[in-house]
């Protein structure tokens, strides 16, 4: 079994005494990163957050915003005082968010990508690695949709969502902007 830094993807090798196949990846903190951690402590989270080149978003285990870094603000197209205390749904532009139950509580979020990772993650304690997402604008005259890639880790009473891939599909919007809404 390989073992893959959660945050940066280094691979950080083979996990001692483990006979499972190379094929099978375990996920921690390399070095570097942990080195990284360390170094921040006494930082404000702002600047942690800003140190990051992903878009990461800190988010409790309603899916509230609590704080977001430079990165996001530029993928969404937004300033800090748009996202935090928001729903995730709300911040990304759901189009089931805008629903009259609101963000969390329509039927569609159950199958909600971004909502599953951070609950599993805030509950379990266990970090959602590589998980697929669309968001799909919903415009009166247009559907498109964007293809994410997330992962959550668990820090403390917050979970860190981190945007690894952001893939407009084919012939769709190019940004994270505008009505949309996410499922797996």
């Known amino acids: ?5 959660a945050w940066c993807r280094t691979d950080m090798g083979r996990a001692e005494g483990n006979k499972l ?15 990284n951690f360390a170094f921040q402590q006494g930082v404000s989270l702002e600047q942690f957050l800003d140190s990051l ?4 978003f800190v988010v409790d285990g309603d899916v509230i915003v609590k704080a977001v870094n430079k990165a996001g603000c530029a993928a969404l197209g937004k300033r800090p005082g748009e996202m935090l205390e928001r729903l995730g749904g709300n911040v990304f532009e759901c189009a089931h968010a805008r629903l009259p139950e609101g963000c969390g509580r329509t039927i569609h979020c159950s199958g909600c990508a971004i909502r599953r990772a951070v609950t599993k993650t805030f509950i379990t304690g266990e970090p959602q690695c590589d998980i697929p997402a669309t968001l799909t604008r919903n415009d009166a005259d247009d ?19 981190r945007v690894d891939r952001i893939e ?10 505008g009505g949309l809404s996410c499922s797996r």
């Open 143 to 161: 559907r498109s949709a964007v293809a994410l890639v997330i992962t959550t880790v668990k820090h403390g009473d917050a979970v860190l969502l």
């Open 168 to 177: 407009p599909q084919p012939g769709q919007i190019s940004s994270l902007s």
């Open 53 to 56: 080149a992903m878009p990461v």
């Open 21 to 35: 196949p190379d094929s099978e990846i375990s996920h921690g903190i390399c070095p570097a990163c942990v080195d």
């Open 1 to 5: 079994m390989r073992r893959v830094c």
